[in-house]
């Protein structure tokens, strides 16, 4: 069993928030708003449920690693994770477009 260091803990967390800051950028840019409300629904989630993706995988792979997972092993851990937040973005997407489609009839 390999040991974590203060790197393995550290690294996502600031890699994940220089992802949000390029992302928010990105989505800045492409609609030419200056706050975040003015984002879409898309670009939101897609920022947050990035981030949320690159974290729990960078754990994922720094766990497996110390305790010597099977490469094989860990990458289905990373997949279910992907599809855990896939499903729960949708399922967020829709109850917020349905909300919104109830509002305006």
Do not use: C
């Not at 550290?10 to 708003?33: C, D, H, K, S």
């Amino acid at each position: 069993m390999r040991k974590l260091g203060i790197g393995d803990l550290l690294e996502p967390p600031i890699i994940a928030a220089i992802w949000v800051l390029f992302a928010w950028l990105w989505a800045r840019g492409v609609n030419r708003a200056a706050k975040l409300d003015r984002l879409t629904v898309f670009q939101k989630f897609g920022i947050v449920f990035g981030a949320l993706f690159f974290l729990g995988m960078a754990y994922i792979v720094n766990l497996a690693q110390a305790l010597r997972i099977p490469e094989g092993n860990w990458v289905v851990l990373v997949v279910t994770w992907a599809a855990f937040l896939g499903g729960t973005g949708y399922w967020r997407y829709s109850r917020k477009r349905l909300r919104k489609n109830n509002e305006d009839t």
